[in-house]
């Protein structure tokens, strides 16, 4: 069964480095997502990614957040300068949306996510 | 602001009782609604999405209902098993497919 894989499950990083987390969504899926949870918090949503652009992104998602799709099947989040605050398990998700009239049937299906701690 | 509660935050019950989880949400204009299963350290598996014109969806033992203009939904687990522990979310899907989630319900089936 397709899956939405994520790389790497656990990152360790210094506070100020960057950092990229890796997604490979389910390959005929649309939508791609980011969300992330702080430990102990609730799942909270990051950005949304549409035809090559963000659809919509949280507060959470300032400038030193981006996202790309450098090619056909990965999904990327980049932090440019980590804080102590982005550590997180951050979730890649992704759901098939090919019509507008079937909006209702957007099942987003998520990875394993990526375990962060800034240090 | 979408605001998503789920009561109770953990129960613990004996194998085989049927249970129900709860969640509401403030703004009854959802796209969707979705259930999930997350296990300690792990990702989310989706156990059942709700369209929002259906009242309800069935997988296996699971059950899930949705009542708009209430802004409630449950999830009814029949004959539950020791494999149920784990935590169920809520996540109601909203106009710009994003979804919102609850805190989540914490279960232990107790063998």
């Known amino acids: 069964e397709p899956e939405v894989t994520q790389t790497p499950s656990h990152q360790v990083t210094q506070m100020g480095q960057e950092v990229i987390l890796r997604c490979v969504p389910i390959s005929n899926h649309l939508y791609f997502y980011w969300y992330r949870q702080i430990l102990g918090q609730k799942v909270e949503f990051l950005v949304s990614f549409y035809n090559n652009e963000i659809s919509e992104k949280s507060e959470i998602f300032d400038d030193q957040f981006s996202v790309e799709r450098p090619d056909g099947s990965n999904f990327t989040l980049k932090i440019r300068s980590t804080k102590l605050e982005d550590s997180a398990m951050y979730f890649c998700?992704?759901?098939?949306?090919?019509?507008?009239?079937?909006?209702?049937?957007?099942?987003?299906?998520f990875g394993p996510g990526t375990r962060l701690t800034v240090l | 602001k979408q605001e998503v509660t789920q009561i109770p935050a953990a129960l613990s019950v004996p194998e085989g009782e049927n249970l129900v989880l709860n969640c509401s949400f403030t703004d009854s204009a959802i796209y969707n609604l979705q259930w999930f299963r997350q296990d300690p350290g792990k990702g989310l598996t989706s156990l059942l999405l709700i369209q929002s014109s259906q009242r309800e969806q069935t997988s296996g033992r699971l059950n899930a209902s949705l009542d708009k203009s209430s802004g409630r939904s449950t999830l009814y687990i029949a004959a539950s098993q020791p494999g149920d522990s784990a935590t169920y979310l809520c996540?109601?899907?909203?106009?710009?497919?994003?979804?919102?989630f609850g805190s989540g319900t914490r279960l232990l089936v107790r063998p």
């Open positions: 998700a992704s759901s098939s949306m090919p019509y507008e009239t079937v909006k209702a049937y957007n099942e987003q299906f």
């Open positions: 996540a109601v899907g909203d106009s710009s497919y994003k979804l919102i």
